[in-house]
């Protein structure tokens, strides 16, 4: 039997009821240009790890959770009929503030009519899946979870820090991860609707996103730039502020020759540390956003050291990866990204194998959606880890 319920969502969401290994899970359709986190986002859903591994689970969803437009997908939400005396006794748990937040979830969701009725009145109770089966970690730097394989890395914000370690892949690699520019200095800028968006700010959240796809993988990892506050964002505009630090905890100076060379010094004495433990591969990669004219299309493009061939090769395969990705997601779309070697200061002086990505002009209005759109920056850092991951 399929019960359907109807939404009212820029009449373009279809929800329903589906009977799948006796759990009932809430439906919708996915709109073009979501990815999993404004899909999940829109109904309010916390995308939690916990969260995120039970959507993959139930969808059966490859590790980067790329979604397909037009598709209908079960939300990590379990459909209850209600019995009309009250919600605990309705899910079988007497704990009253679980069921104030069950009850806040329905109303609000009745509010912005993302239901048709109160629960109440069609007898419908929608629960997210994390309020019943997730429990919360410690805000503790890096403490393991109870639940197994998980750790907490706070600098990921409050929704995003807890990292379940899903295989062995990267076990024994070091990335340093270096997001442009910070503190006294933004970066390049480039306006949005009456908006101003900071080169630093997009590069960082990126960076976050790349950082904490690299510790499923049982990576070594290390933000160079940090701002503690920040976390992973969701959202168009990413407010600036200047209040990054370097790794670890020293303040970036506005002299840009000093900003670079403490960076380097941050990533050669780490570098020094790990070699002498043995570390096999080490990597860092650098992150910007390009300033050119605002008519200027341009897609994401790699730079390597002149005398390095290890950073030749990475860059190159980073560089077919996404052109790969963009062939299987946005078929006749054309990638002309490209691979050049440059003597920057990045590249000159870090020690381990270094990659320096530009992500796009942040002027162009086209390659702004690359970074405005939170699910298309959670796409290029998957995409940029799925590279990675196939460097030998």
Same mark, same amino acid.
């Given at each position: ?20 290994e006796?759990v ?6 996915v ?5 999993? =986190? ?12 916990? #969260?995120? *591994?039970?959507? $993959? ?15 209908? =997908?079960?939300?990590?939400v379990? !459909?209850? $009929? ?11 748990? *007497?704990?009253i503030?679980?069921?104030?937040k ?9 509010q912005?009519? @993302? ?10 109770l ?6 019943? #089966?997730?429990? $919360?970690?410690?805000?503790? !730097?890096?403490? !393991? ?14 929704e ?7 295989d062995?892949k990267?076990?024994?690699? !070091? ?13 390049? %800028?480039?306006?949005? #609707? ?8 997009? &590069?960082y ?5 790349i ?9 070594t990892? =290390? ?5 503690e506050?920040?976390?992973i964002? &969701? ?18 100076p506005?002299?840009?020759?000093? +900003? @670079? ?20 591969? $080490?990597? &860092? ?14 897609? %994401?493009?790699? =730079? ?8 030749? *090769? ?7 990866? /996404? ?18 070697? +440059?003597?920057?200061?990045?590249l ?5 194998? &270094?990659v320096?990505i ?13 970074f /405005? ?7 290029v ?7 990675l991951?196939?460097?030998?």
């Open positions: 039997m399929r019960l359907k319920i109807n939404i009212l969502f820029f009449l373009v969401i279809i929800s329903s009821i589906l009977l799948a006796d009932q899970h809430l439906t919708a359709r709109q073009p240009g979501d990815g999993a =986190y404004n899909f999940l986002k829109r109904f309010d859903v916390s995308t939690s790890t916990c #969260n995120l *591994n039970y959507f $993959q689970k139930i969808n059966k969803l490859p590790d980067d959770l790329v979604l397909i437009a037009d598709k209908t =997908y079960k939300l990590p379990i !459909v209850y $009929q209600y019995n009309g005396t009250s919600i605990r006794t309705t899910i079988g748990n *007497n704990d503030d679980l069921a104030k069950i009850q806040a979830f329905n109303e609000k969701l009745y912005k009519g @993302l239901r048709k009725d109160d629960y109440r009145t069609d007898n419908i929608w629960v997210p899946y994390d309020l019943l #089966n997730c429990t $919360q970690s410690s805000a503790t !730097v890096n403490v !393991v979870s109870p639940k197994k394989n998980t750790k907490t890395f706070p600098i990921f914000g409050k995003h820090e807890e990292v379940t370690i899903r062995s990267l076990t024994g690699q !070091v990335y340093y991860i270096v997001s442009g520019h910070g503190g006294p200095d933004p970066g390049a %800028m480039g306006k949005y #609707n009456g908006k101003t968006l900071c080169e630093d700010e997009y &590069a959240d990126i960076a976050l996103r950082a904490k796809n690299l510790l499923e993988h049982n990576a990892v =290390y933000m160079i730039v940090r701002d506050d920040d976390g964002r &969701a959202g168009e505009i990413l407010s600036s502020d200047n209040d990054e630090v370097h790794y670890k905890n020293k303040t970036i506005i002299n840009q020759v000093a +900003r @670079l060379n403490q960076r380097c010094e941050s990533i050669n004495e780490l570098y020094k540390q790990h070699k002498q433990k043995g570390a096999k591969k $080490q990597r &860092a990669i650098i992150l910007h956003l390009d300033s050119r004219g605002d008519r200027q299309r341009v897609d %994401m493009f790699f =730079y390597h050291s002149p005398k390095s061939k290890q950073g030749k *090769n990475l860059a190159y395969i980073l560089r077919n990866t /996404i052109e790969e990705k963009y062939n299987q997601y946005q078929k006749n779309r054309g990638y002309s990204g490209t691979v050049k070697s +440059r003597n920057l200061h990045m000159r002086e870090t020690h381990p194998v &270094a320096f530009e992500l796009g002009n942040i002027r162009n209005s086209n390659d702004q959606k690359r /405005i759109i939170e699910s298309n920056r959670q796409a850092a998957n995409w940029l880890v799925d590279g991951i196939k460097e030998k």
